[in-house]
C-alpha cells in the first residue's frame, strides 16, 4: 500500500536496551522526519533528513541515531533507552520543494 | 523561526462554524503559514496553507489578515470528527534546507452534539 508507515506501533523496552523504531515511504520523498510527541510539549522535532545519506539534528536530538541508507527508510535508534524517551514517535516525509508533510500513524514507546 | 500564538483550547456546537485564530506579529514577508490538524490517536494531517490571499480547501477556509499578523483557520460546520489539536505554523519559503515545520501546543477543539 502506498503511504507512510511505521512499526512497531506499539513497543515496551528497559532501561539501557537498544530500540530501533522503522519508518517506510513508498512516494520516494526526498525528506524525511521524526518528532517525539510527549504530554504538555507538543511535537518536537528530534531528527531529519533531506536525502539518502544526508541527516541532520533537530530541537532533541540527544540519546537518537538516525540513518538514511535508502531513500524510502528512516529508521530511528535508541542506543540506550532510557525512561525520559517513553513518548510516541511520528516520522514524516515531504517531497522536495512541496509544502505539505505527511505523517506516519506513531509509534508507541514505553521504556521501565 | 517566526512564532504563533494560539488560545489553549476552544469548544463548539455541532454544525456552527468554528474560527480558530493565530498571532503571528513577527512574520516574515516568506513565511508561508500552514495549519495542521491532530485526531485522537493519530499522527497530524495537513489542513490548508496560504501566503497572502485567502485560501479555501474541501476541509476549511484560511482568512489572513491584511498585515499577515494573524490568521483564521474556519471551519464552516464543525462535527464531531472535527475534535481535534489545531496548529498554526510557519514555514520559509525560501528554505530550501528541508528544515521541518516546528509544532507548538496547538488548541484543542472541544465539539460538542
Known amino acids: 500500500d502506498a503511504g507512510i508507515t511505521q512499526s512497531p506501533r506499539y513497543k515496551i523496552t528497559e532501561t539501557g536496551r537498544q530500540v530501533t523504531l522503522m519508518c517506510h515511504q513508498t512516494w520516494s520523498h526526498s525528506y524525511m522526519f521524526w518528532y517525539r510527541q510527549d504530554l504538555g510539549h507538543g511535537l518536537r522535532l528530534i531528527y531529519y533528513s533531506a536525502a539518502a545519506d544526508i541527516t541532520d539534528k533537530g530541537e532533541v536530538p540527544d540519546g537518537y541515531v538516525v540513518s538514511r541508507s535508502k531513500t524510502e527508510n528512516f529508521p530511528l535508534t535508541l542506543e540506550s533507552a532510557t525512561r525520559s524517551q517513553t513518548s510516541v514517535y511520528f516520522c514524516?516525509?515531504?517531497?522536495?520543494?512541496?509544502?505539505?508533510?505527511?505523517f506516519g500513524a506513531g509509534s508507541r514507546l514505553t521504556v521501565l | 523561526d517566526a512564532k504563533t500564538t494560539q488560545p489553549n483550547s476552544m469548544e463548539s456546537n455541532e454544525e456552527e462554524p468554528v474560527h480558530l485564530p493565530c498571532n503571528h506579529s513577527t512574520i516574515s514577508g516568506t513565511d508561508y503559514i500552514h495549519w495542521y490538524r491532530q485526531l485522537p490517536s493519530q499522527g497530524p494531517e495537513y489542513v490548508i496553507h496560504?501566503?497572502?490571499s485567502n485560501v479555501n480547501n474541501r476541509m476549511a477556509s484560511l482568512a489572513i489578515a491584511e498585515d499577515r499578523k494573524s490568521s483564521t483557520l474556519i471551519l464552516h460546520r464543525a462535527t464531531l470528527r472535527d475534535a481535534a489539536v489545531y496548529y498554526c505554523i510557519l514555514r520559509d519559503v525560501s528554505d530550501q534546507a528541508g528544515t521541518a515545520l516546528i509544532f507548538g501546543k496547538g488548541t484543542t477543539l472541544s465539539v460538542s452534539s
Open positions: 496560504g501566503l497572502t
Open positions: 514524516a516525509s515531504r517531497s522536495s520543494g512541496a509544502n505539505v508533510l505527511t
